[in-house]
């Protein structure tokens, strides 16, 4: 076998991406502006919402959402134990309690089983994390939980669903990610979705410092003299016109990225079937997998390696891999502050020792995973 060098993910973008940068640069609207708005427009409409506004990145949109959500200091707000960081993040910068909730194995998503005992006088809202682009089961929590509001961290699932209904569309308001190691990217970007109108002028004041302009001074038309009311303090959330010309184009690629990917998940499927000690990700019946990553399991108690020297050999032998990602209860800032122990949360723990992603994008060749199952069933 030729050693090949194969990253663990890598943007797809071209020419059209280039062209796309022309608009914005020449006519000189730089900040959020038409291509924004065409961007919105169109991942509304490939996502089933009414409301998509566009943000600097997938955490700014959580911390808009909570805010939006109307989660004061001291709120409780679910989450799962197994996600990045910042979903956790967003809920600090509310002053708000992050309570984490144990993962299925199976999934990599929240245990809607272990909920219940989470649930308090002061829990305002959850925040399933539809993980490696697989949707949480909103639907299950949505009819559990009716009084809670549901903001899907859906940073790893654009185009992802679940009994056809776009993730996004399932909760009260949805949070994507752009960032490059995610499907589709603009360097950094993140979007807001919602079907509540009420809730969406909200998530567009507070992304624009605040501003408002009421509909009559809209109506009336230019008035150099009149800024905008600010009767809430906002932050500059705001995705640039540069951003938008990119995220419009990518969103095109987005579900022939997607095809690609479950195509060659499917392949890795299959073939990784025959080693025992690597378990494969399960996609649910009725769940359109958005393919972010492919994220195994390594089961140390039959694998020839412990799965951290499983990933340097792999990383010796040219092929590039991570953790799926951490366990965020035993972060130092969260487990201490909180007093979390790892074991408190088992099945998060497992996954954060245990789970190795393996490489998949728009920029492999046919013979980057045929080399990495061959590696793969060498040991
Ligand atoms: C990537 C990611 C985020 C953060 O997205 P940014 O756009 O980088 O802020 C949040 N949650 C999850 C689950 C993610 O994977």
Avoid at 67 to 94: H, K, R
Avoid at 289 to 316: C, F
């Amino acid at each position: 076998m030729n050693k090949r060098i194969i990253q663990i993910s890598a943007p797809s973008m071209g020419i059209e991406e280039w062209e796309a940068l022309r608009q914005p640069i020449e006519s000189g609207w730089i900040t959020q502006g038409p291509m924004v708005a065409a961007f919105e427009k169109d991942f509304a409409q490939r996502h089933q919402v009414q409301h998509a506004l566009a943000v600097s990145n997938c955490t700014t949109a959580l911390h808009l959402a909570l805010l939006a959500a109307g989660i004061q200091p001291g709120d409780e707000v679910l989450l799962p134990a197994f996600t990045w960081v910042s979903t956790a993040n967003a809920i600090m910068y509310c002053q708000a309690v992050p309570v984490f909730v144990d993962i299925d194995v199976a999934t990599f998503n929240i245990d809607i089983a272990a909920i219940n005992n989470k649930i308090s006088s002061r829990t305002k809202a959850i925040i399933p994390v539809h993980l490696f682009g697989l949707c949480a089961d909103v639907n299950a929590i949505k009819q559990a939980y009716p009084h809670l509001v549901i903001i899907e961290d859906a940073a790893c699932a654009a185009g992802a669903a679940l009994h056809g209904q776009s993730a996004g569309s399932l909760g009260d308001i949805g949070c994507f990610s752009f960032h490059p190691r995610k499907s589709i990217t603009t360097g950094e970007g993140g979007m807001l979705t919602t079907n509540d109108a009420i809730i969406a002028a909200k998530l567009n004041q507070l992304r624009n410092h605040g501003a408002s302009i009421s509909e009559e001074q809209r109506h009336l038309g230019p008035k150099p003299y009149l800024l905008a009311e600010y009767d809430v303090v906002g932050y500059n959330y705001r995705m640039t016109d540069l951003q938008g010309a990119l995220g419009l184009v990518q969103l095109k690629k987005l579900d022939a990225f997607i095809a690609e990917r479950a195509n060659w998940a499917a392949y890795y499927n299959n073939e990784l079937q025959s080693i025992p000690w690597l378990q494969t990700p399960t996609v649910p019946i009725g769940y359109t997998h958005g393919w972010q990553s492919y994220v195994t399991l390594i089961d140390e108690r039959i694998a020839p390696l412990k799965r951290n020297d499983l990933m340097e050999a792999l990383q010796e032998a040219g092929i590039s891999t991570r953790p799926g990602t951490h366990a965020v209860h035993m972060l130092g800032a969260y487990a201490k502050p909180f007093g979390i122990q790892p074991s408190d949360f088992p099945n998060a723990y497992a996954a954060n020792e245990y789970s190795m992603s393996l490489p998949l994008h728009n920029r492999m060749a046919k013979e980057d995973y045929e080399y990495i199952v061959a590696v793969l069933k060498s040991f």
